[in-house]
């Protein structure tokens, strides 16, 4: 849980998820768009309130996120595994 934890709350503060990206400092809204927690926020808040987002970026995003992850984590598992 540590580890998922050490993981996700980097992530969590680098989205648009608590603030919005216009009054977040430069350095921090180049962070926030190559993050992929900002897309999933964005279409889930356009899927579920209604707020105009662009939700094929946003899956397109989350699909390149998800494959990544997964070459990752197959190119990592051999090595601890042993």
Same mark, same amino acid.
């Given at each position: 849980m540590g580890v998922g934890?050490?993981?996700t709350m980097p992530l969590f503060f680098a989205s648009n998820a608590l603030y919005p990206v216009k009054v977040m400092p430069g350095w921090l809204q180049g @962070?926030?768009?190559a993050n992929?927690? $900002?897309y999933e926020v964005?279409?889930?808040r356009? @899927?579920?309130l209604g707020i105009p987002s $662009?939700?094929?970026l946003d899956f397109g995003v989350l699909a390149v996120a998800v494959v990544a992850g997964v070459i990752a984590?197959?190119?990592l598992l051999p090595r601890l595994a042993r």
């Open positions: 934890q050490a993981i @962070l926030s768009a992929p927690m $900002s964005d279409a889930l356009g @899927l579920l $662009s939700l094929l984590a197959a190119a």
